[in-house]
């Protein structure tokens, strides 16, 4: 079954507007880290947030992670038509060394 | 330097068909994973390997096989393709254990 959950599974918003997308895991984690992929590429990563941080900040990129409720958030500000794509989460469960992967938000920005 | 890069970009295969796909890093990386991305399914992890001359199997190991004969290559080996393999091929690589991944541009293949 899969370790990380995106919510929602497609998101349409305006230039400009704020995208958020969420995630939400099962087992403890060392790390989630969030991952771009746009239409037939591989995937970048964009910030990893270990298990006893709370926020982190990546130019107009910000994530959360509440270990209590096993979940995370990534907010995109001033959102750009540059930024479609799909966005996946990503867990490093503990004492497993490989990351599992959610399904991914499928994000579009309108101009 | 050029990251991950991978080889073929795109295959066709008739079912029963062998293929080697071909993962390279100039990174220095320890770590190398071959994943499969499916519609609706997001990655799922193939076999890694943690260093040279090392393997391990992922999520979905069955009807591939994998080498780490040299720690800057990592090759994905169908021996009898099936449909049911279509699917797009990405390699990555990691320095470490569970640190950011980075990513191939990935192959498309397609079992006739």
């Known amino acids: 079954s899969q370790q990380g959950e995106e919510d929602p599974q497609a998101l349409s918003i305006q230039e400009g507007e704020n995208a958020t997308m969420n995630c939400s895991y099962k087992t403890s984690i060392n790390n989630l880290q969030w991952y771009r992929q746009n239409s037939g590429r591989g995937l970048v990563h964009l910030i990893l947030?270990?298990?006893?941080?709370r926020e982190k900040h990546s130019g107009r990129l910000r994530v959360t992670l509440d270990t209590s409720k096993k979940s995370s958030s990534l907010l995109i500000t001033a959102s750009r038509a540059a930024d479609t794509a799909s966005y996946f989460c990503?867990?490093?469960?503990?004492?497993?060394?490989?990351?599992?992967f959610g399904q991914g938000t499928t994000l579009q920005v309108k101009p | 330097n050029a990251g991950v890069t991978q080889t073929p970009k795109f295959r066709v295969l008739k079912t029963g068909q062998s293929m080697t796909l071909l993962c390279a890093q100039d990174m220095n990386h320890e770590y190398m994973y071959w994943y499969r991305q499916d519609p609706g399914m997001g990655l799922r992890l193939i076999h890694y390997s943690v260093g040279e001359g090392t393997t391990a199997k992922g999520e979905v190991p069955d009807g591939y096989n994998v080498s780490r004969l040299k720690k800057q290559n990592f090759l994905l080996g169908l021996e009898s393709a099936a449909p049911s393999q279509t699917s797009v091929y990405f390699c990555?690589?990691?320095?470490?254990?569970?640190?950011?991944?980075?990513f191939g541009p990935g192959t498309r293949l397609l079992v006739l």
């Open positions: 947030i270990r298990s006893n941080e």
């Open positions: 990555a690589s990691s320095y470490g254990q569970g640190e950011t991944q980075y």
């Open positions: 990503a867990t490093d469960a503990s004492n497993t060394g490989k990351l599992i």
